[in-house]
């Protein structure tokens, strides 16, 4: 069974630094590309960024490009979501996901194991 894990969510102040982290379990972890998205209330969940296995490739929406860096350790079987200079538009739950294709893709169904989730908060 899949198990992905999300840590290190908080409250912050606009311009602070977090790292999310997600532990995997039940799937062979170097071989599966890595996403995180998030969901402010109301609002659809939305890609963040991803890391493929082949390369370690990685692409970031368009918001978060810059101050964002996913990174992976797949002898830990962790990937990661350093994000600094947070913004209040940055509050949001979010999800680490897995999916086994090689591609980065930024939809939803494309990943088919989802964390909990882990609130992050950025106050103004």
């Known amino acids: 069974q899949v198990q992905l894990v999300e840590s290190g969510g908080g409250l912050v102040q606009a311009g602070a630094s977090l790292r999310l982290s997600c532990a995997a379990s039940?799937?062979?972890?170097?071989?599966?590309?890595m996403g995180w998205f998030r969901q402010a209330p109301e609002k659809e969940r939305e890609f963040v960024a991803g890391i493929s296995w082949i390369g370690g490739n990685t692409y970031y929406s368009d918001s978060v490009k810059g101050r964002f860096t996913i990174s992976r350790d797949n002898a830990k079987n962790t990937v990661y979501l350093q994000m600094n200079n947070l913004k209040p538009e940055d509050t949001a739950v979010y999800y680490c996901?897995?999916?086994?294709?090689?591609?980065?893709?930024?939809?939803?169904?494309?990943?088919?194991?989802w964390g909990q989730g882990t609130q992050v908060t950025v106050s103004s």
């Open positions: 039940g799937l062979p972890f170097s071989r599966y590309t």
């Open positions: 996901s897995a999916t086994s294709y090689s591609v980065i893709y930024s939809i939803v169904w494309k990943y088919d194991s």
